[in-house]
């Protein structure tokens, strides 16, 4: 049910991050879904720096953290075979208090996002901006679902 939730609130707010995909060239290949491949996109701008172009934790300012970056690729692994998520969007929020690294070492995207969306957009007073963060957060975390080892 909350996945089925989670896809209806991404079908919604994807269309609204389609803007900001298309303003920054993002393509997808035929095997590739749009959404995965604009949260390929996400992953390679905003998160491969810490975790690396694989996910699996060797970014080039990995060495630099406190708490090293977790391997992304074995979320699942790591939670009997299951995806968590809720859990992974929410880390990536970061805005609701859940800290997955048990530190601040992780940028609060949400944040980040919502800022970016109401800076560059420069859109009509009536866009709701939150629904382009949840787009762009959804997609990262399909992304990521979608190099889960198995």
């Known amino acids: 049910m909350l996945i089925k939730n989670l896809r209806s609130i991404l079908i919604l707010s994807i269309s609204a991050a389609v803007a900001v995909a298309v303003s920054t060239g ?45 391997d992304l690729t074995k979320i699942s692994q790591r939670n009997d075979g299951k995806f968590p998520v809720l859990d992974i969007y929410q880390a990536i929020d970061g805005r609701r208090g859940l800290r997955a690294h048990g530190t601040m070492d992780m940028p609060i995207w949400g944040n980040y ?28 975390v399909y992304y990521i679902q979608s190099i889960q080892e198995e």
Do not use: M, W
Request: glycine share 10%; proline share 8%.
């Open 26 to 70: 993002v393509r997808a290949d035929e095997e590739e879904d749009f959404t995965v491949a604009f949260g390929k996109s996400e992953f390679g701008k905003r998160c491969a720096v810490c975790h690396g172009p694989d996910g699996v934790g060797d970014g080039p300012l990995a060495e630099l953290l406190l708490q090293p970056p977790p």
């Open 113 to 140: 996002y919502r800022v970016d969306a109401s800076e560059k957009l420069r859109a009509p007073h009536d866009v709701n901006y939150e629904e382009i963060v949840h787009g762009r957060i959804l997609a990262l």
